[in-house]
């Protein structure tokens, strides 16, 4: 009856496939007050740097049709902060703690990596190479097949060999698939995707740009079509390398979605804004939606909107077609 | 930990809140909603995020609304006051009896309340009032005395004019277009009012100018500001990073601070009112933050492994990155973000 959740980020095996996205949820401290951070396949962390950072001016944010921008600039208080307080608490909930780490420079990648690796408990590193809210183009190491190769074999090579590393992709790139490969070839154990794109908005009555940053990163269902596009194409170029997928998802069906375009876990972002507990309505929505289509283990349908395609095109289960409507 | 124990029972909650009424006062709309677990752990100050638009909306972010008073009718109800001034609140606004809405709260910081009896002085600014009423019910019944002072555009617009005139021992009105109590802005009036009250503290709610000038001129008195501050927010939660403004701790560093869980309500003086909207250039992490001798002691610790990495980092990196882009601290970045002083 129950659906096997199972999910594996690497070697690592987690309890179901939903996460929290990266910058969406803190250290998960604050949405432990409306659900039990354990009962997610793992909280994803705002991105840690080395040092303490205070982030861009207000106003960092604009609502956007199924969007928004957002344009931090990765505000947070380092990784002492980080190891002192964060990983503990999360530990004692019995969270699981995929850390996300954020750097300007290749050796700052490395030390983080090297930092993680010092304290226990950390299941795996998400490596953010793609945050748009940085000082220039060229800090957005995910837009360029080499830098992102840099950064991946640097933090690979600090990181201990049993934590998992995933480079976390820009869809703002011209060929995703050659930085994914890159990435891959440079040691990454698995990758995300997708991170914002860089959007704008100009205030009509002031006549100027809404965001002090100008630019912000753009995030919400409004992204879906393309995460599901970029995970559908790296997945179909290197099937074997696991991908946690995120880009606007809502509900379980969405999250379904990015698992059939290839991906094994999916993070959850934007939502969070207005739903805090939603990591669990979705993983129920999501065992809803296998049920429903007679489906007993979700690794059985990573990735197989690629296989139907070939085979005959339909839906795994009539019910598909019903709910789908 | 026994301060996160307390901290989870008197936590916020989501939940699903029935509407009981929504209706037009003068140019505002006052929503009350069903939501038992929320009124319980009211405390004056604090807020609620509504989620709008419905299942399908394409309108993510939540709604935050100062609490406005809360009543123990139908298990508990939940008041607040909102304008019409986007498709969010809009659709608010279309809602009817007995709609369902999810709701998060209550949220923040509450107001503190003084120790012993003292005579507050409630200052709001438009529907920045709203909240100022169940404050005044807590303050009277601690035996301290309560003055309003009141202001907005116009008469329409000054939230609970009536409620103040009738419960407050003074309430003063102005109104910028002179339609009801005097012409001006509070903040003509409150040099007056505070001597003629003689106030002890200051409670205020409103636009960020409003907060600004309060505080300066109360600072001239020595009397302490309670300020709620009304910030865009995203979530309300303390997650998205979009509310922050800078906030001098009681360790003296500027700190970019959440007004959604450090706040709304803050103390006048640690707020570097001519400062929001930007990152002034001590605070806690902005570029070139970090004391010189700490940095220099950081770099010889990592072994230099970073100073040295910047250096040959033409080499190590297929993409050069030239020396004082490396990000934090580098100082390359310095005029970028220092739009303060």
């Not at chain 1, 703002?172 to 990435?183: F, M, P, R």
């Not at chain 2, 009211?42 to 989620?51: C, D, N």
Request: glycine share 12%; proline share 6%; aromatic share 4%.
């Amino acid at each position: 009856m129950a659906v096997d959740l199972r999910a594996k980020l690497g070697h690592i095996e987690l309890p179901n496939p939903i996460m929290t996205a990266s910058g969406c949820a803190g250290a998960g401290r604050e949405l432990a007050q409306f659900m039990d951070v354990s009962k997610i396949g793992a909280i994803v962390t705002k991105s840690v740097m080395l040092g303490p950072r205070s982030g861009r001016p207000t106003p960092r944010m604009a609502e956007t049709p199924s969007g928004m921008l957002n344009s931090i600039g990765l505000q947070g208080p380092g990784i002492d902060a980080f190891l002192q307080r964060d990983l503990p608490w999360l530990l004692s909930r019995g969270a699981r703690a995929v850390v996300s780490i954020a750097g300007g420079t290749v050796a700052e990648f490395a030390d983080l990596a090297g930092r993680l690796s010092d304290a226990a408990g950390v299941t795996a590193i998400e490596v953010n190479i793609s945050c748009p809210n940085v000082e220039h183009r060229g800090q957005v190491f995910a837009c360029d097949p080499d830098a992102s190769a840099a950064v991946i074999e640097a933090v690979r090579s600090r990181a201990r060999y049993d934590i998992p590393v995933f480079a976390k992709l820009s869809p703002d790139v011209t060929d995703i698939v050659a930085i994914a490969k890159s990435c891959v070839k440079a040691g990454a154990d698995g990758l995300s995707m997708i991170n914002t794109l860089l959007g704008m908005v100009i205030d009509t009555d002031t006549m100027r740009p809404h965001l002090a940053g100008l630019t912000g990163g753009l995030s919400g269902p409004a992204i879906r079509p393309i995460a599901v596009r970029c995970i559908w194409q790296v997945r179909e170029a290197l099937p074997n390398v696991p991908i946690i997928g995120m880009g606007g998802v809502r509900t379980g069906l969405d999250a379904l979605e990015l698992i059939l375009a290839g991906a094994s876990m999916v993070s959850v972002g934007t939502t969070i804004f207005h739903d805090p507990s939603a990591c669990m309505r979705i993983l129920r929505e999501l065992e809803e939606e296998l049920t429903t289509r007679g489906v007993d283990r979700l690794a059985d349908v990573v990735g197989l909107a690629h296989e139907s395609r070939v085979a005959t095109g339909r839906p795994v289960s009539p019910h598909a077609a019903v709910r789908r409507k | 930990m026994t301060l996160g124990e307390t901290e989870a029972q008197a936590g916020p909650v989501q939940v699903r809140g029935t509407v009981l009424t929504v209706r037009r006062v003068d140019a505002y709309y006052a929503m009350t909603l069903v939501a038992p677990a929320v009124a319980a752990r009211f405390r004056p100050g604090q807020f609620v995020t509504l989620a709008v638009g419905g299942p399908d909306t394409s309108m993510l972010l939540s709604r935050a609304f100062s609490i406005h008073d809360v009543r123990p009718d139908h298990g508990g109800t939940v008041e607040f006051v909102f304008a019409v001034h986007g498709r969010g609140t809009q659709w608010l606004a279309e809602r009817r009896a007995r709609d369902v809405l999810d709701v998060t709260g209550p949220l923040g910081r509450p107001f503190p309340l003084p120790r012993d009896p003292a005579s507050c002085l409630l200052v709001g600014g438009g529907y920045g009032s709203a909240p100022l009423f169940a404050l005044a019910g807590k303050l009277r019944d601690r035996g301290c005395q309560v003055d309003f002072l009141l202001g907005a555009a116009s008469g329409d617009r000054v939230f609970g004019a009536l409620t103040a005139r009738r419960t407050g021992r003074t309430a003063t009105i102005t109104t910028e277009d002179g339609s009801l109590g005097s012409r001006g802005m509070v903040t003509d009036m409150l040099d007056q009012v505070i001597h003629e009250a003689r106030t002890d503290v200051i409670y205020a709610c409103g636009p960020m100018p409003m907060l600004r000038q309060i505080t300066a001129l109360a600072g001239r008195y020595d009397i302490p500001v309670q300020a709620a501050v009304e910030e865009a927010m995203a979530c309300g939660i303390g997650v998205c990073m979009t509310c922050v403004l800078p906030v001098i701790g009681s360790d003296g560093i500027t700190r970019m601070s959440r007004s959604c869980v450090d706040g709304p309500v803050f103390r006048g003086e640690q707020v570097r009112w001519d400062d929001v909207g930007t990152i002034p250039f001590d605070a806690f992490g902005a570029p070139g933050w970090e004391p010189r001798s700490r940095r220099a002691a950081q770099a010889q610790a990592a072994n230099g492994s970073s100073e040295s990495e910047r250096g040959k980092s033409g080499l190590s990196q297929a993409r050069p990155v030239k020396p004082g882009h490396g990000g934090r601290g580098s100082g390359g970045n310095l005029g970028k973000q220092n739009h303060g002083s």
